[in-house]
Nanobody, 118 residues
Framework: QVQVVESGGGLVQPGGSLRLSCAVSGSSFSIYAMKWYRQAPGNQREFVAIITRDGITDYAESVKGRFTISRDNANNTGYLQMNSLQPEDTAVYYC????????????WGQGTQVTVSS
């Protein structure tokens, strides 16, 4: 069974930085595309960033220039580096991994809380 576990969330002041990790077990991370989503209370879950198996990245407009998504296939781990954090970034952040073109290959972590507040 594939397991996805996020970590690295916490409380940070505006302007600060956090690095989230997404650890995958039970399968080779290299076969998956990885996405980050976030959800604030009362809001829809929204797309944040994606990295493909080939390392191609894309970001939501709200985080461009501040967040960087990356992957380390040798360690079965993906990352989301978050800089210049603002209160509007406060949310539960979720990692999603999916094997392109394979039905049923879609796995979510439990989420990690990010709170940006002074």
């Amino acid at each position: 069974q594939v397991q996805v576990v996020e970590s690295g969330g916490g409380l940070v002041q505006p302007g600060g930085s956090l690095r989230l990790s997404c650890a995958v077990s039970g399968s080779s991370f290299s076969i998956y595309a990885m996405k980050w989503y976030r959800q604030a209370p009362g809001n829809q879950r929204e797309f944040v960033a994606i990295i493909t198996r080939d390392g191609i990245t894309d970001y939501a407009e709200s985080v461009k220039g501040r967040f960087t998504i990356s992957r380390d296939n040798a360690n079965n781990t993906g990352y989301l580096q978050m800089n210049s954090l603002q209160p509007e970034d406060t949310a539960v952040y979720y990692c999603n991994v999916r094997r392109p073109g394979v039905q049923g290959s879609n796995y979510w972590g439990q989420g990690t809380q990010v709170t940006v507040s002074s």
